[in-house]
């Protein structure tokens, strides 16, 4: 029996509020969509069948460098955390496993796994953290971890990797996500060569502790917080990364981690080809690793990006199953609404891309016709697929809204008032 944060009878009220309208809505669009050859039931069903895992990082409040503002009713540790998760995932029916963050989330496995199962949650990729220190670790990282020029703290930083495979063995993961913060703030600092020598001989001792069932992805970054250089600074590095681990390794696509402006997709469409795209950690940004909620500011970056997911799959592309995880920090709203939020926006970019006229857009690409190509497109992009994922959700047990219905449960309010304020918390940005 799951262990539900939010009454059933409170998703059913709310449900029924919304269901005559939802109804006609999905009806109505069932016909745009027939006389475009687009069987609804099917992209409803696929959209049913996609989900993302939520950062146990998330769900706190997070902060810039200059502040943090906690929010009220905080989790205090990673069960709080976990039941927050259950909440979006209650609501959603999209984000049934959580992406762990080791130390942040350290515990018993045993004790994890069994919570995690008391709210219907597994666990997705682990995360290991190299880029701060843990209390009493004997090797500080403030000049690296992975690539550091102390052997020792090269050492200990695999085996805190090695570590977090042991942990997500006894949780049912499959897969480890490093992301490092080594890098320089000055020209000069850091020999390019050999620190990137020293990376892939420590990833190559994680690589040999990594189980044949498991998949390690390394996460490029162009900047932060080192501002000179990065040892993984683009997905060309990164490609040569996985190139060189071997065929358990793949490239993390963080959308945050590039510069302005940078066709992200086609980085995708590369990877996709060259079959080394791992899995997508999902955020939006403006400026620079902003990581604001996804879909916020660029939804039609969002819905590129899953066009060539979808052209991949659509062209059954060998070994396809890139992991889907969300990376985000909630600095001025609710987190548990912002994920809600962001894991709506990522099924309605799939759900765009699956409405695409592929074969269409095909015969625009062979004959040059750019603006028929770019229309068809559009033409899937404009379409409000709201009714498809209200439907998906109202199906599977969610809420038609999940956003109000959450706000209806009055959640916050009562795990305000179970949960002390705590000034720290451990919502972080990676
Ligand atoms: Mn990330």
């Not at 609804?40 to 696929?46: F, H, L, M, P, R």
């Not at 502040?67 to 905080?74: H, L, T, V, Y």
């Not at 620190?195 to 190559?204: I, K, N, Q, T, V």
């Not at 409000?384 to 599977?396: G, Q």
Request: net charge negative.
């Amino acid at each position: 029996m799951t262990d539900l944060k939010i009454a059933s009878d409170v998703v059913a009220q709310e449900n029924d509020r919304r269901a005559t309208a939802l109804k006609s809505d999905y009806e109505a669009l069932g016909s745009t969509l027939a006389r475009r050859g687009v069987d609804i039931e099917a992209v409803t069903k696929k959209v049913s069948e996609f989900f993302v895992a939520v950062p146990s990082w998330g769900v706190g409040t997070g902060g810039t460098r200059f502040a943090r503002f906690p929010g009220s009713g905080e989790p205090r540790g990673i069960f709080d955390k976990l039941d927050d998760c259950s909440v979006i995932n209650q609501l959603t029916q999209a984000t049934p496993t959580v992406s762990l963050h080791i130390p942040w989330d350290k515990m018993d496995a045993r004790e994890l796994k069994a919570k995690g199962d008391s709210l219907g949650l597994g666990f997705d990729a682990m995360n290991s953290n190299t880029f701060s220190d843990a209390p009493g670790q004997a090797h500080s990282y403030k000049y690296g971890s992975l690539s550091h020029v102390d052997a020792a703290t090269r050492a200990q930083a695999v085996e805190h990797n090695i570590e977090c495979i042991e942990i997500g063995k006894a949780l049912g993961s499959k897969a480890l996500t490093v992301w490092i913060g080594d890098g320089s703030n000055f020209p000069g600092q850091s020999n390019f060569t050999k620190a990137f020598e020293r990376y892939l001989a420590s990833m190559a001792d994680v690589y040999k502790a990594l189980p044949d069932d498991w998949r390690i992805f390394s996460e490029h970054k162009m900047y932060e917080p080192a501002f000179y250089s990065t040892i993984v600074q683009d997905w060309g590095t990164n490609y040569l990364i996985a190139q060189t681990l071997g065929p358990k390794a793949f490239c993390l696509v963080d959308l945050g981690h590039h510069a302005p402006n940078t066709n992200i997709e086609m980085i995708v469409a590369r990877l996709i080809q060259f079959e080394k795209l791992g899995g997508f950690h999902f955020n939006d940004s403006k400026y620079g690793d902003d990581d604001l909620d996804a879909g916020a500011i660029e939804p039609y970056r969002l819905f590129l990006v899953f066009n060539e997911l979808v052209d991949a799959e659509y062209r059954s592309v060998k070994g396809f199953h890139p992991a889907h995880m969300i990376d985000q920090s909630h600095n001025v709203t609710d987190p548990i609404e912002s994920l809600i939020s962001s894991a709506n926006e990522i099924r309605r970019a799939y759900a765009q891309a699956l409405i695409v006229d592929r074969k269409a857009l095909s015969g625009y690409q062979d004959t040059n016709d750019a603006l028929m190509a770019s229309e068809t497109l559009k033409r899937a992009y404009r379409a409000d697929v709201e009714p498809i994922l209200a439907e998906a959700r109202r199906r599977a047990g969610g809420a038609i809204d999940p956003v109000a219905t959450y706000r209806a449960s009055g959640y916050r309010k009562k795990v305000s008032a179970e949960r002390p304020a705590s000034a720290a918390g451990s919502g972080g940005i990676i």
